[in-house]
């Protein structure tokens, strides 16, 4: 999934309602990380948009500013080759700990659009200290891309390993499921507003 040029440009960053960070993962670009630390450090919280696809990968470089320790965020199965059939579960990477730590709220926004590496790092951001996700249900199709060639040189691609939380919770076709369920509506979208967004303002604003 891709974003036109012009939105490539943009500043994936800005200040809302005088004390909350906003960050959409859309068009982030490495060089907007250390910024994005410094710029809302001492906000009350910083809401990542990922109703999107990523534009880079940020569970080592985002994702370890809202943890206190290391912490692990996923596990995976893969298929035995000596015992066609059956899965094992291996442990996944953990999130590192860098030398900051944001002291704020963190609220992931995630809907159908957020989908494979985008609920990936979803799962990442989850594993922070203090976070809530809000939206609606993920597409359910996180983990790798696996092709297989079929007879007439069609290709056709599934996920290759299964991907849980750590304490083996499902992943794919479940989705990641908000802590907070929230859904546009039609008089909202009539109207323009983004009504997740302004919903996640307000628990953040009325979190004490």
């Not at 799962?123 to 297989?148: E, K, L």
């Not at 908000?178 to 996640?200: A, C, S, Y």
Request: hydrophobic letters at 35%; a neutral charge; one cysteine or more.
């Amino acid at each position: 999934m891709g974003i036109s040029s012009n939105k490539v440009n943009e500043k994936c960053h800005k200040l809302l309602d005088s004390n909350i960070g906003y960050v959409t993962l859309a068009n982030i670009k490495e060089e907007d990380i250390p910024v994005i630390k410094e710029s809302y450090k001492n906000t009350k919280g910083i809401i990542i948009d990922i109703r999107n696809y990523p534009s880079i990968f940020t569970p080592f470089t985002l994702a370890p500013y809202f943890i206190s320790k290391s912490s692990p965020f996923v596990k995976f199965t893969i298929g035995n080759v000596n015992n066609p059939g059956e899965f094992i579960f291996i442990s996944g990477p953990e999130i590192p700990k860098k030398s900051e730590t944001y002291q704020g709220e963190l609220v992931i926004i995630v809907n159908e659009k957020t989908q494979s590496s985008a609920e990936y790092q979803a799962m990442a951001f989850r594993a922070g200290d203090n976070t809530t996700v809000i939206g609606s249900t993920t597409a359910g199709a996180d983990g790798n891309v696996s092709t297989i060639t079929l007879p007439g040189g069609l290709e056709t691609w599934i996920s290759g390993i299964g991907v849980y939380y750590p304490d083996r919770t499902k992943t794919q076709r479940i989705g990641i499921v908000p802590d907070i369920w929230v859904e546009p509506t039609i008089n909202g979208i009539k109207q323009g507003k983004d009504e997740v967004l302004e919903k996640t303002i307000e628990i953040i604003k009325n979190n004490k």
